[in-house]
C-alpha cells in the first residue's frame, strides 16, 4: 500500500498571506490528524477529521482550519500567515477500528517557511 | 502535556542492542504505549505498540513492566540508520479521535 502523500513537500510564503496545504491517506484510511512541528514547540496536535467531521481540535488559533472530503482526503489552509507559523506540518492517517487500538501513519510532512 | 518521561538522548555502538526506557507512571488501565521514531526533518515513523503484554515485531520488541508504570523499547542490533529521535506516547484510543501527545523524545545517536 502507498504511504501518506502530502503535497507541496516545500513551500515558501509571504506575512499575511495564506496557505493550503494537501493529505492524501493510506487507501481504506478514514481519519487524517494534522500536527505542527517547531524547534521550540515541538510536534502539537491541530486537528483531526473522520467523516468529513471535525472530531478534536488542539489549541491554535482560528487561523488555521481544515476539512475532510467524502474520498477522505484532507487539506488544511492558514490564513494571514505570520512568521511564526513557519514549521513542518505533518499529516497522519489511521483506519478507525471498531475494536482495539488504532495506529496512526505519517506522512513526510510539508516544510513551510514563511519570510 | 506528555504523560510520558524519556532521557534526552543515549548513545549506542553500532551492531549492540539499544534500549530506551520511558516512564509512565500515571497510565490507565485503558492506555496504550506506543512508540515512534524521527529521523532528521522527516514524518514519525511508527514502530510499535503494547497494552499489557511484550510485543515483538520486525523492527523492535516492547517491554511493558507488570504495573505498567514503564516500558523499554528494544533495537536488537542497532545500525547507523536507526540514529533517530525516539518517542514515547501514552495513548488512549477511541476510534481513533485521540491525539498523539509528542513529549521530547530521546535523541539515539548510534556509533560506528
Known amino acids: 500500500k502507498a504511504g501518506v502523500t502530502q503535497t507541496p513537500r516545500y513551500l515558501i510564503k509571504t506575512r499575511g498571506q495564506q496557505v493550503t496545504l494537501s493529505c492524501s491517506p493510506i487507501?481504506?484510511?478514514?481519519?487524517v490528524s494534522w500536527y505542527q512541528q517547531t524547534p521550540g514547540q515541538g510536534l502539537q496536535f491541530l486537528f483531526e477529521?473522520?467523516?468529513?467531521?471535525?472530531?478534536n481540535k488542539g489549541n491554535f488559533p482560528g487561523r488555521f482550519s481544515g476539512r475532510q472530503f467524502s474520498n477522505s482526503r484532507s487539506e488544511m489552509n492558514v490564513s494571514t500567515l505570520e512568521l511564526g507559523d513557519s514549521a513542518l506540518y505533518l499529516c497522519?492517517?489511521?483506519?478507525?477500528?471498531?475494536?482495539?487500538?488504532?495506529?496512526?501513519?505519517f506522512g513526510p510532512g510539508t516544510r513551510l517557511t514563511v519570510l | 502535556d506528555a504523560k510520558t518521561t524519556q532521557p534526552p538522548s543515549m548513545d549506542c555502538a553500532e551492531g549492540r542492542a539499544a534500549n530506551l526506557p520511558c516512564n509512565h507512571s500515571?497510565?490507565?488501565?485503558?492506555?496504550?504505549v506506543y512508540w515512534y521514531r524521527q529521523i532528521h526533518s522527516q514524518g514519525p515513523q511508527y514502530i510499535i505498540h503494547?497494552?499489557?503484554n511484550n510485543e515483538t515485531n520486525e523492527m523492535a520488541s516492547l517491554i511493558i513492566t507488570e504495573d505498567r508504570k514503564s516500558s523499554t523499547l528494544i533495537l536488537p542490533h542497532a545500525t547507523l540508520r536507526d540514529t533517530a529521535v525516539y518517542y514515547c506516547?501514552?495513548?488512549?484510543?477511541?476510534?481513533?479521535?485521540?491525539?498523539?501527545?509528542f513529549g521530547k523524545g530521546t535523541k539515539l545517536t548510534v556509533n560506528p
Open positions: 497522519a492517517s489511521s483506519p478507525v477500528v471498531v475494536y482495539g487500538t488504532d495506529t496512526q501513519y
Open positions: 487507501s481504506g484510511h478514514r481519519s
Open positions: 477529521y473522520f467523516s468529513e467531521t471535525q472530531r
Open positions: 500515571t497510565i490507565s488501565g485503558n492506555e496504550y
Open positions: 503494547g497494552l499489557k
Open positions: 506516547i501514552v495513548r488512549l484510543t477511541q476510534g481513533g479521535s485521540e491525539k498523539l501527545v
